[in-house]
């Protein structure tokens, strides 16, 4: 009876070392695929590199102008986010000002969006089909702001894209290449007019 008595206890010992392990095993598997998750998402390509990757590799085969190709990428990224940015402002502005500005911004950036997917397409040059991942960043940083808070947010990243967008024109209008050329220099005024209303704003509000 001893003997039969030990080999129970054995027994439930292993049944648990066993279900002990069972348990181990499947935490270990899902840490791994949450592991997996997150890197595949931190690796992931974001859409104005993978656009830059693709026109690199046409730029090679003389497809396309590297410069054409760079000043059209970004342009386009920063006409999707102006939209984006223009969208919250046009919901969330503490003003009518800042709000009819958001609703200006939606509409004059999907017109002139449209016009550089229009010229890509005809030099057949890639285009994010999303704002990059530094930009998408910038977004969530002004989606956490309200109020007052989110006005000064908003200015001060629409002056400082605006900036960088009539710099960015400026250049293309002395690119070699007559379209692009031709495109800065007949949209240039419409990116300064943006600046300019911007600093009005960031005046009314200072």
């Known amino acids: 009876m001893g003997c039969i008595k030990r080999i129970i206890i054995w027994y439930d010992y292993v049944m648990l070392l066993q279900n002990v392990c069972m348990k181990l ?3 270990f598997l899902w840490l791994l695929a949450i592991t997996y998750s997150c890197s595949a998402k931190a690796q992931e390509i974001d859409p104005v590199k993978k656009a830059n990757a693709l026109n690199e590799q046409k730029s090679d085969h ?27 402002a046009s919901k969330r502005g503490s003003s009518a000002a800042i709000r009819q500005y958001g609703q200006l911004m939606e509409k004059d950036q999907a017109f002139l969006l449209a016009k550089i997917r229009r010229l890509a397409a005809h030099k057949q040059i890639s285009l994010p089909t999303g704002i990059s991942n530094q930009k998408q960043e910038g977004r969530e940083d002004l989606m956490e702001k309200s109020g007052q808070d989110f006005d000064k947010k908003f200015i001060k990243m629409m002056k400082l894209d605006h900036e960088r967008d009539v710099k960015l024109f400026k250049k293309a209008i002395k690119s070699d290449d007559r379209e692009i050329s031709l495109f800065a220099n007949k949209h240039l005024p419409m990116i300064q007019n943006h600046l300019d209303k911007i600093n009005q704003l960031e005046e009314m509000n200072k």
């Open 25 to 27: 095993f499947l935490l």
């Open 62 to 88: 003389k497809i396309v102008d590297d410069a054409a190709a760079v000043f059209l990428v970004k342009s386009a990224d920063a006409r999707m986010m102006d939209m984006q940015e223009g969208k919250l």
